[in-house]
C-alpha cells in the first residue's frame, strides 16, 4: 500500500559491452532508463543511436502481424479457445524465437494470401460485369461491332423512369424519319434500350435522347453479351477453385499460429530491448547510462553488472530524490486492493513525493459502487459472472484485474441490496433496514454523511503529507482550519442550544484563519488578503461537493424503479397463462440484465467522478511517470520474471 522505493543510478561501460549489458538489463527487467539529452558545449557526447536495426524488426513485426491476422480469419470458436497461455523464462524465449524459421515459412503464405486476395478481386470484378451485362443478355449481337457501324447510328444505354414516363409521347411529336427505340430490359428505375437511327438523323436524334436523360452503357465486350456471361462465369469457377485451394494451403498454417505467437513476444521484446540503447550517451568508447531501480534490487542489480561486465564498469547508486519528477512509480499493494490500481491509474499515477491514494480509494469506490448498484440480484450475478470468467478464461492481466475489481462490485452490491432489502427489484420479498421506494429522506442523510466521511478524510490525508513533508503550520492552515469551518458550519446547522454557540465560534475562528493565512504566499499585504478572501470563497465548492454525493442516493433510485416496474410488468403478464408466463420470463431477464447494465455502468462512471472531482481535489495532484519494464508480456506468452522485490 505504497510507492515503491526507488535509487537513482549511472552507469558508465564500454560500447564494445552494449549487447551484453543490453541483456543483462532486460533480463534484470526493473530497469527505467532517463532520456539523456546532449546539453551545448558536450561536443564529446553524443545519442546512442539505433534506427537501422529497429526498422528491420518492425518490418518483421509488420510481416508478422498480418500472417497472424491473415489465420486468425480462419480458426473457428473451438480452436480460438484451445489456444493457451504459455509461461516461459526469457533465455528460452529467445531461444526459440531465434530458431523459429520466419523467414522461410512467411513468403510461402505470403504467396497464398495473394493468390487468395487475387482470386477474391477477381471473382469480385467478374461477378460485377455480369450483373452489368445481365440486363442486354437477351441481345443476340456482337453490341459494339453495331455502335462501331459506318451504316447507322446506334448507341445501347439507360433512361431513368423519370424521364422516361414522357419518352414516346416527345418521340412521336419529334417524327424522326428513321429513328426508332426498342425496349431492351428494366432494373430498379432504369430502363433499358437500343436507339437507332440513320447517320442523318444522328445528331438530332442524339440530342433528343440526351434531353430525355439517356445514358450511354459501357459495355466491355465484342462477343454476344450471352457469350460474354457465360465466358466470365467459366472463370469465375476457375478463381473460385483457386480461392479453396489457396484458403487450403492458409489453413495448413494455423499450426504455426502459436509458433507465430512465440515470435512475436519475441520480436516485440528484442525491440524493446533495442529501442532501449537510444536512452544512452556515447563518448568515443564509452556509454553513459542514467535510470532509476527499485531501492530493493540495488544489490541484485550491481552484482548481475559484475557478473557480466566484470570490472569494465562504473555504477553510482544513491536514493532517488522525492521530489525528483522524473522518478517512475510503481504501485506496491496486495491482492485485496490490487484492482482499484486500475482507478487510480485512469485518473493518473502519484507523484514520487505523494502517497499512493489506492487504499483510500479501495475502501470509498467500494461504498460508492455498492450504494449505487444497492440490489442483492445484480450483486451476486457481477460477483460470481467475474468469479467464472476468471476461472475459465484466461485473460488478460489488465482485463483480470478489472475483472476483480467487479467482483469486489458485485460483493459490495450484494451487502448493500441486504441493506436495502431490494433482490432484483423486489422480485422476492427482502426484509431491509432501508426501503428504497420509501426511505427517501434517510437515503439522503445517508449519501451526505458518505459524501462528509470521504471529503473529511480525503483533507486528513492533505494534513498527514504535510507533516511528513516538516510542514505542520502548512497543515494547521490547509486542513484544520478547513475541518473548524465546514465542521463548525454542518454543526451550527445540526445542533441547538450551548452546542450551536461552540459550532458558531469554530466556524468563525476557521473562517477567519483561513483569511489570514489563505494568501501567505503572496508577498504584498494587499495580495495576502486578496488570497485569503478568495481561499474563503472555496467554501463555496464544498457545498457542491456535498450537493454530488446526492448522486449515491439518485443512482440507486432510478436503478431501483427501473427494477420494479419490470416486475409490475411481469407480474401482470404471469397470470395470463403459458404465453404469459414465457412472456414473462422473456421480459424479466432481457429487461433485469439490461437494468443490471445501466446501474453497473452508471456506478462505475459517477464512482469514478466521486473519487476523482471531489475527493482527489483535496490532497492528490497525479502526474507520475509509470515504471518502463524491459520485458513486454504478450497476449499468449507470459514471461516469468521476478516481482520488484526479486
Excluded at 509488420?62 to 504459455?86: G, M, P, Q, T, V
Excluded at 422476492?428 to 434517510?442: E, M, R
Excluded at 504535510?466 to 492552515?477: K, T, V
Excluded at 495580495?527 to 481561499?535: D, E, H, N, V
Amino acid at each position: 500500500m505504497a510507492i515503491v522505493k526507488m535509487d537513482k543510478f549511472n552507469l558508465f561501460s564500454f560500447e564494445n559491452n552494449r549487447t551484453s549489458l543490453l541483456d543483462i538489463l532486460q533480463k534484470f527487467n526493473y530497469v527505467h532508463f532517463n532520456d539523456l539529452k546532449v546539453d551545448d558545449g558536450e561536443d564529446y557526447l553524443r545519442k546512442v543511436k539505433n534506427q537501422d536495426r529497429l526498422t528491420r524488426i518492425d518490418e518483421k513485426r509488420s510481416k508478422l502481424e498480418y500472417a497472424i491476422n491473415s489465420i486468425e480469419k480462419f480458426l473457428d470458436d473451438d480452436e480460438k479457445n484451445s489456444i493457451e497461455k504459455k509461461d516461459m523464462s526469457l533465455d528460452l524465449l529467445y531461444q526459440e524465437g531465434n530458431n523459429f524459421r520466419f523467414d522461410e515459412i512467411y513468403p510461402l503464405l505470403k504467396e497464398q494470401l495473394d493468390l487468395r486476395e487475387k482470386s477474391q478481386e477477381r471473382i469480385k470484378s467478374l461477378k460485377a460485369s455480369n450483373e452489368e451485362l445481365e440486363v442486354f443478355k437477351d441481345l443476340d449481337v456482337d453490341i459494339k461491332s453495331i455502335e462501331d457501324s459506318h451504316r447507322f447510328f446506334v448507341e445501347v444505354g439507360s433512361i431513368a423512369d423519370q424521364f422516361y414516363k414522357d419518352f414516346d409521347t416527345d418521340f412521336v411529336k419529334k417524327d424522326f424519319k428513321t429513328a426508332m427505340v426498342i425496349d431492351l430490359n428494366k432494373k430498379e428505375s432504369l430502363n433499358y434500350v437500343i436507339a437507332i437511327s440513320n447517320l442523318e438523323e444522328k445528331d438530332e436524334f442524339r440530342e433528343f435522347l440526351r434531353d430525355h436523360g439517356f445514358s450511354k452503357a459501357n459495355i466491355k465486350t465484342r462477343k454476344k453479351v450471352s457469350e460474354k456471361i457465360a465466358l466470365n462465369l467459366e472463370e469465375i469457377e476457375k478463381y473460385e477453385k483457386n480461392l479453396k485451394e489457396s484458403e487450403a494451403k492458409i489453413k495448413e498454417n494455423k499450426k504455426f499460429l502459436p509458433d507465430f505467437y512465440l515470435y512475436q513476444a519475441y520480436l516485440d521484446n528484442l525491440r524493446r530491448k533495442e529501442a532501449s540503447s537510444e536512452y544512452f550517451l556515447k563518448t568515443k568508447r564509452l556509454d553513459l547510462v542514467e535510470g532509476y531501480i527499485p531501492h530493493k534490487l540495488k544489490d541484485k542489480f550491481s552484482s548481475d553488472l559484475k557478473e557480466v561486465l566484470g570490472d569494465d564498469f562504473v555504477l553510482d547508486l544513491k536514493e532517488a530524490d522525492k521530489d525528483d519528477p522524473d522518478v517512475p512509480i510503481i504501485l506496491d499493494n496486495n491482492k485485496l486492493i490490487e484492482p482499484y490500481e486500475s482507478v487510480v491509474e485512469t485518473y493518473s499515477l502519484p507523484k514520487y513525493n505523494e502517497i499512493d491514494p489506492t487504499l483510500l480509494v479501495s475502501i470509498f469506490y467500494t461504498i460508492f459502487t455498492g450504494f449505487m448498484l444497492g440490489d442483492l440480484g445484480y450483486g451476486l450475478i457481477l460477483f460470481i459472472g467475474t468469479i467464472l470468467l476468471r476461472k475459465y478464461k484466461d485473460l488478460p492481466e489488465s482485463t483480470d484485474k478489472m475483472a476483480r475489481l467487479f467482483t469486489r462490485v458485485g460483493l459490495s452490491g450484494c451487502v448493500f441490496g441486504l441493506i436495502f432489502g431490494s433482490f432484483f427489484g423486489g422480485i422476492i420479498p427482502l426484509p431491509g433496514l432501508i426501503d428504497t421506494q420509501k426511505d427517501f429522506n434517510t437515503l439522503m442523510v445517508i449519501s451526505l454523511i458518505i459524501g462528509g466521511i470521504s471529503l473529511f478524510t480525503a483533507l486528513g490525508v492533505k494534513a498527514y503529507m504535510l507533516i511528513r513533508d516538516g510542514d505542520p503550520l502548512g497543515a494547521l492552515f490547509d486542513a484544520v482550519l478547513w475541518y473548524m469551518a465546514v465542521g463548525g458550519a454542518i454543526a451550527l446547522y445540526l445542533l441547538d442550544g450551548s452546542g450551536k454557540n461552540i459550532a458558531k465560534i469554530i466556524m468563525i475562528i476557521g473562517m477567519v484563519g483561513i483569511v489570514l493565512t489563505g494568501g501567505r504566499e503572496n508577498k504584498s499585504i494587499g495580495g495576502k488578503a486578496a488570497g485569503g478572501l478568495y481561499s474563503l470563497y472555496g467554501l463555496s465548492s464544498w457545498i457542491g461537493d456535498f450537493v454530488s454525493f446526492l448522486r449515491l442516493m439518485a443512482l440507486v433510485l432510478s436503478g431501483g424503479f427501473v427494477a420494479y416496474s419490470v416486475n409490475l410488468i411481469v407480474g401482470m403478464l404471469w397470470p395470463a397463462g403459458i404465453l404469459g408466463k414465457i412472456g414473462a420470463v422473456i421480459i424479466f431477464v432481457i429487461f433485469q440484465l439490461f437494468n443490471l447494465f445501466l446501474s453497473t455502468l452508471s456506478a462505475y462512471v459517477h464512482s469514478l467522478r466521486l473519487v476523482y472531482v471531489e475527493m482527489f481535489n483535496k490532497f492528490y495532484e497525479g502526474g507520475g511517470k509509470k515504471f518502463r519494464q524491459m520485458i513486454e508480456n504478450s497476449k499468449f506468452i507470459n514471461i516469468i520474471t521476478g516481482g520488484y522485490n526479486g
